[in-house]
């Protein structure tokens, strides 16, 4: 048995216990949830260290039931004292609950075994043994390699490398017991480079992967770092106007992460959301398939059971523009009179909400330079600032920066423009999806084209 | 000794720790060859509960407890935490941090002694204290208000959060202090429907105090102004796009200067001369008409601290002052570099993440004109009333906000309302385009939380009502022609 299976046999004996104790001391259901991690955190700035954190640390989730009365706690403290005050702080504020008609735990049939969890491959014993050293110089080397790519890169915010590992375990009342661990290893490089007028332009990029040997190169991070920070000198706004945008496969993940918070059972059924009643209904041009996929392989957000201990399902979301289904938990579906997508997630404090696993926008055929250069004329963006987003009505209007599109080509750099769309016709005014899908992230989305969008601008 | 949570470091705790055992830990720490060392004992406990549908749905409460242990040598740090105050386990996570001077000589650490903090939020009974009872019986008198105010609110969900964090640090200089910080926030959202249209609206605010906080804003009072955000918004009209006077609304406001200025000005940006401010002391760096300080003594405030998470006492730093930049928001290392004294501005979010510099209460001081007479002075442009959050490049100055609640102003009055609201610009440009302040200066209610590399700390920020000429409005509509 590996380090790992047996410290997650640990942990699924000490959540046991827990959720035993709880049982014993009144509620009708328990749920436990152990977690233990352990990380090295290392940062390098001008090829100096500039730190190196090094720390494990466990911690115990638990929520009751006291009828349909709901509780849950949280504790760093794992001694028999701390122990003690989770479960009686949680059996005394679920008294303190009111009852909810909708609150409960899956119906035992639901739950998932052992033989039907898949393989996720998430687990890199590599990662846990990458040193100080190592980790300091592969730091040094991406920040180096950003300095030596152009000589206008003339200061840094400087480089991380973090390496991480996570062993979990859950046991309930209703009868299921399992754990899961993975692994996570991330470079990330952040350059700055002096502009006119006294300004300064910091950019950045990262790798992050599972397995260790899937961590991009680090000088290619840094070279990346580079190029992205230089492309942004003499940056400048642009007079308002409407205009085609090309998000960039980041900023697109970043207006498909929109879209995942609206597509949620519970902001569905608190109406904080504008997809309220649009499931069969156009949400996207018929150019957008969506999907939620908890079982890939190696990725960020996969996972084979939920935090309920449902098996986990690749979900179809969005079929040629068509909202199939909201992501649900247990309480979200009976809520809305559906059943689970086996969406459940539960926090490390005990509280359970559904939420997405790796949420990816499908990739098409065409090439991102195609895209561009099909555009005459048009914004391409980069990065976006801000929280302009309102999820009851999608109205959307955030800051971004990038670049301009003339004639087919990127142009002059853009930056301190705000665009605007409401994010229902921004979907549906995808008019092109290029092919550049990658997997680094857990909601992912390769480049795509709006139509016409407002920017304001000078 | 009352109440029901207390640290184990604490005097008469399980695991009480003293001056000896300060003066072990940091000797450990120093054996590698480190110039400074320091211990940060955190021990919080949080509560909160959310009344939904008419009904106390979810009650939850967590304890997070461990020491950090810090260890610095020349610029670097070393960093490593432990979650049990066993003093095995606190020696190993000192003997971690010490590794990054590894090969120098062990130094002394100063013997520590307590140091005497003021007491900025003098509660006579902790929110963590009293029964589970009167704080349902709060949410309560919110849903019941919102619900009663107006057929069209179709939702209400209402939340209560409390928490308080006990800390214990000693340093290799010598120094040792406590503080016990307890913080609470309410929160109430709305949402109305109105022939399809559905808006929300919301209100908090809360501050380092106990229920008392609602003797002064009551429920009642919360739920009235979120449903009148929500109304007003169920009216609103696209907003426009492009270049406009906007006047921000005082108290809240403050959060624009915070991201607009305040980061700008955290010392550890300007010591690694990343920040657009660096190198600019006495420098005019905004209109003659801004005095911004950043103020950690004021009573009762969210931001406020007797005591920051390196054991220095923090008052209040004017950073600039007229118009001309003062100085920078400076930690112990930042300090150090610069050649001056730490002035209290070390945070950090937990145990679990070594300190930066970063902001307690930030605000820009009141002036001379009557606000009704700003608004007057406008032909066209943007009042801005709610903030939703905003974001600032530190390397440049360029800042993004989100208003929750905004109207436009025509010929000198405040009309339609505005949806979707975007203000973007440069922190230096807008401080100096700050043509009006007015002197009703207003300290914003306890709302705010800023991030910062991943770390949360509770802020507080304050303003008068202040005029900008010419900023970037991002709306929807582009003006005809």
């Known amino acids: 048995m590996s380090n790992a299976e047996e ?137 180096r390699a950003a300095f030596d790519f152009d000589p206008r890169i003339t200061n840094s915010e400087g480089a991380s490398f973090t390496r991480a590992r996570g062993v979990s375990a859950l046991v309930t009342s209703g009868g299921f017991a399992g754990s899961d661990y993975g692994t996570y290893a991330s470079l990330v490089v952040n350059p700055v480079a002096d502009d006119e007028g006294g300004k300064k332009r910091s950019g950045y990029h990262w790798s992050a992967s599972r397995h260790y040997a899937d961590l991009e190169d680090s000088q290619a991070v840094g070279e990346e770092a580079a190029r992205r920070t230089i492309a942004q000198l003499g940056a400048k706004k642009l007079p308002t106007q409407e205009l085609p945008v090309i998000f960039d496969k980041d900023a697109a993940r970043s207006i498909l992460g929109l879209f995942a918070g609206c597509v949620l059972g519970s902001s569905i059924w608190r109406k904080s959301s504008y997809l309220v009643d649009r499931v069969g209904t156009r949400v996207a041009s018929d150019l957008v398939d969506i999907v939620d996929d908890p079982l890939l392989p190696r990725a960020p957000g996969s996972r084979a059971f939920d935090g309920e201990g449902l098996l986990c399902r690749r979900n179809v979301v969005v079929e040629g523009g068509v909202l199939k289904t909201y992501l649900m938990d247990t309480y979200s579906a009976r809520k809305l009179g559906q059943t689970s997508t086996g969406s ?25 330079d195609e895209l561009i250069a099909e555009t005459k004329h048009g914004l391409y963006v980069t990065s976006m600032m801000g929280f302009g987003f309102n999820a009851v009505t999608g109205d959307f209007s955030r800051g971004a920066s990038g670049f301009l599109i003339q004639n087919g080509e990127l142009s002059d750099p853009v930056s301190e423009v705000t665009i605007s769309l409401n994010l229902d016709q921004l979907l549906q005014r995808i008019d092109a999806v290029a092919d550049d899908l990658d997997q680094r992230t857990a909601i992912a989305s390769p480049t795509f084209r709006v139509s016409s969008m407002t920017l304001a601008g000078s | 000794m009352t109440g029901r949570y207390h640290a184990p470091f604490a005097e008469h705790g399980s695991h009480a720790v003293d001056a000896d055992i300060a003066d072990r830990l940091l000797r450990i720490a120093l054996e590698k060859g480190g110039d400074y060392a320091d211990l940060f004992f955190e021990y919080s406990v949080s509560g909160s509960y959310v009344y939904d549908e008419q009904i106390l749905k979810s009650a939850r409460r967590a304890v997070s407890m461990g020491l950090g242990v810090r260890v610095m040598k020349g610029d670097a740090t070393g960093y490593a935490y432990c979650e049990d105050f066993s003093f095995d386990a606190m020696k190993r996570a000192a003997k971690t941090a010490a590794q990054i001077a590894a090969g120098g000589q062990p130094l002394a650490p100063l013997a520590v002694s307590m140091r005497d903090a003021p007491n900025r939020y003098p509660v006579s009974v902790e929110s963590l204290d009293v029964d589970g009872e009167a704080k349902k019986a709060i949410l309560e008198r919110a849903d019941r208000a919102a619900r009663a105010s107006d057929s069209r609110v179709v939702r209400v969900d209402a939340s209560f959060a409390e928490s308080a964090r006990e800390v214990l640090i000693a340093n290799s200089l010598g120094h040792m202090a406590r503080d016990r910080q307890p913080l609470i926030r309410f929160g109430i959202h709305v949402i109305a429907e109105d022939a399809g249209n559905r808006q929300s609206g919301s209100s908090g605010g809360g501050g380092r105090m106990g229920l008392e906080y609602f003797d002064g804003q009551t429920p009642e009072w919360h739920a009235e102004q979120a449903v009148k955000q929500a109304l007003v918004m169920l009216d609103a009209r696209e907003a426009p796009a492009g270049e406009m006077d906007v006047v921000l609304a005082p108290g809240d406001s403050g959060i624009l200067l915070h991201e607009a200025v305040g980061h700008g000005l955290e010392a550890d940006f300007n010591r690694k001369k990343t920040s657009n401010y660096s190198g600019r002391v006495g420098e005019e760096v905004a209109s003659a008409l801004c005095t911004v300080v950043d103020d950690a003594s004021l009573e009762g405030s969210r931001g406020s601290i007797n005591v920051d998470d390196e054991g220095q006492l ?70 801005a009333k709610k903030f939703g959050g905003g974001q600032v490049d530190i390397a440049n100055g360029d800042f993004v906000f989100s208003l929750t609640e905004g109207y436009l102003i025509e010929d000198g009055k405040v009309t339609a309302p505005l949806k979707g609201v975007n203000l973007i610009g440069n922190g230096p440009d807008a401080m100096r385009n700050v043509v009006m302040l007015g002197h009703d200066f207003e300290v914003s209610d306890g709302i705010w939380t800023c991030g910062k590399e991943g770390q949360s700390v509770p802020v507080g920020v304050g303003c008068p009502t202040i005029k900008i000429a010419s900023m970037t409005v991002g709306g929807t509509q582009v003006a005809g022609g």
């Open chain 1, 7 to 143: 410290e997650a046999k640990a942990l699924v004996d000490l959540g046991r216990s827990v959720m035993e104790r709880a049982i014993e001391g009144g509620a009708d259901v328990a749920e436990a949830g152990v977690h233990s991690g352990s990380h090295l955190s290392v940062k390098v700035r001008m090829s100096e260290p500039e730190l190196v954190e090094e720390a494990g640390s466990r911690a115990l989730g638990l929520r009751v039931m006291v009828g349909q009365r709901v509780a849950s706690t949280y504790t760093s403290d794992l001694s028999e004292a701390g122990q003690r005050t989770l479960i009686e702080d949680a059996l005394e504020l679920a008294r303190l609950s009111e009852s909810d008609e909708f609150a409960g735990p899956p119906d035992p049939s639901e739950l998932s075994s052992p033989t039907q969890w898949a393989d996720l491959d998430t687990f890199d014993e590599g990662v846990s043994e990458i040193s100080a050293d190592e980790a300091l110089s592969r730091a040094q080397h991406g920040e």
């Open chain 1, 344 to 368: 459940a997630s539960r926090s490390p404090a005990g509280g359970i909400s559904p939420s997405t696993s790796n949420l990816i926008l499908k990739a098409n055929a065409q090439s991102r």
């Open chain 2, 314 to 383: 923090p008052t209040r730093s004017v950073l600039i002052e007229d118009g001309v930049l003062k100085g920078y928001m400076q930690d112990r290392h930042s300090a150090d570099f610069f050649g001056t004294t730490p002035d209290g501005h070390g945070r950090r979010q937990s145990f679990r993440s070594h300190p930066m510099p970063r902001m307690t209460n930030t605000m820009l001081m009141g002036g001379q004109d009557a606000p009704e007479d700003i608004i007057r002075s406008v032909s066209r442009g943007v009042y």
